[in-house]
């Protein structure tokens, strides 16, 4: 059964969510940068974690898709309250994290938080520290100045509308960075990469890979792979990804 519901934050402020209920270790989609629980990724793998009887949560941050909040008000700090929010509030024994983008940071800072929570993670081009080690590196001199005297600019994206960047998202990243030390993380990992991804660097994977104290990491890189990962193909690898995880969380063999 799935339920379609709100989370109401001591603010009064929404999160949007669909679960599916079931039994066994959960599966929680993260979404990336201003995309939402309505993307092809996340909707294909509740139907693939659900067809299994297995629970499963999509959402929405806020200042995405239908969850309260406007994005340019918001930052990292603030997505993930609302990632641990969703794993307090519904989750009711552990989880496998699927992150994607910024989804695949947010899903390492969870873990951080959330030891006895989260099991396991699978990261689908996972852009950990971006605002620091992609964004601030690429910003012209007049961003830098509308930055200064604004405190916002707008970036064009092949996505969809120009993302408002701010001050205060920039200066949010430099407090949450995980790839300076090295990452305390025991539990199976599966991250999967495109190499002809134009947003995030196909050596990130393997970087974090390294970073990652588990010595249960898998890197999957797909050469044709772009950053969405989202065609029938890819699908079905992050799909087989959630279940080598999910079987390795369990004890169990993967085949």
């Known amino acids: ?18 679960r599916t209920e079931g039994e066994g270790t959960e599966v929680v989609f993260l979404s990336g940068f201003r995309s939402d629980m309505e993307g092809s990724k996340a909707v294909a793998m509740e139907a693939h974690v659900a067809g299994q009887g297995r629970p499963y949560t999509r959402f929405d941050y806020r200042g995405h898709g239908i ?66 080690d992609l964004m601030r590196p690429s910003l012209t001199p007049a961003q830098k100045e509308a930055l200064e005297r604004d405190g916002v600019f707008h970036e064009p994206s092949p996505y969809g509308e120009p993302l408002p960047i701010t001050r205060r998202l920039l200066e949010d990243g430099e407090r949450h960075l995980v790839m300076r030390q090295p990452i305390d993380f025991a539990g199976p990992v599966h991250l999967l990469q495109g190499q002809e991804d134009p947003d995030v660097p196909w050596m990130t994977a393997v970087n974090l890979a390294a970073n990652l104290a588990s010595p ?15 065609r029938p193909e890819d699908l079905r690898r992050i799909a087989a990804a959630c279940e080598r995880v999910l079987a390795q969380v369990e004890g169990r063999p993967f085949s």
């Open 67 to 132: 969850s309260d909040g406007r994005f340019e008000d918001l930052c990292l700090s603030d997505w993930l309250d609302d990632t641990l929010l969703v794993l307090d509030r519904l989750v009711k024994g552990r989880a496998v994290l699927i992150g994607s983008s910024m989804g695949g940071w947010l899903m390492l800072l969870a873990a951080r938080a959330r030891p006895d929570k989260v099991a396991g993670l699978v990261g689908i081009a996972a852009a950990p520290d971006f605002t620091e």
């Open 1 to 18: 059964m799935m339920i379609s519901d709100r989370l109401t934050r001591d603010d009064d402020t929404g999160l949007a969510y669909r």
């Open 216 to 230: 249960a990491v898998t890197v999957e890189l797909v050469k044709d792979g772009d950053h969405r990962l989202s």
